[in-house]
Nanobody, 122 residues
Framework: VQLQASGGGLVQPGGSLRLSCAASGLSLDSVAVGWFRQAPGKQREAVGCIWRSHDGTYIRDSRFTISRDNAKNTVYLQMNSLKPEDTGVYYC???????????????????WGQGTQVTVAR
């Protein structure tokens, strides 16, 4: 089972990016999927998550949305109105515990993608 996050890059403040989390060996509809980020010198923090087999999401920042395309077995993180403080490495991860809903605790997630760099700067 592997997760692969992609779609990062350099974007100006106020811009948008859509990150993708693709899976192999796993149906992303069968697990909760979380997005996390880690800025330089800071601890990893949750961005948001999407429920298992449900479109429910739990997102900390209203500038971001999370969605899932079951046909493509991919979960997306749409980020709008980006700010320099959004800079960091973004990771997706899957929660296989079966607990209803989804969690912002990274301890809940067993499988992690390799991360994609997002840089917000002029």
């Amino acid at each position: 089972v592997q997760l692969q996050a992609s779609g990062g890059g350099l974007v100006q403040p106020g811009g948008s990016l859509r990150l993708s989390c693709a899976a192999s060996g796993l149906s992303l509809d069968s697990v909760a999927v979380g997005w996390f980020r880690q800025a330089p010198g800071k601890q990893r923090e949750a961005v948001g998550c999407i429920w298992r087999s449900h479109d429910g999401t739990y997102i900390r920042d209203s500038r971001f949305t999370i969605s899932r395309d079951n046909a493509k077995n991919t979960v997306y993180l749409q980020m709008n109105s980006l700010k320099p403080e959004d800079t960091g490495v973004y990771y997706c991860a899957s929660d296989h515990t079966g607990v209803p809903g989804c969690s912002h605790s990274d301890q809940q997630y067993a499988i992690w993608g390799q991360g994609t760099q997002v840089t917000v700067a002029r």
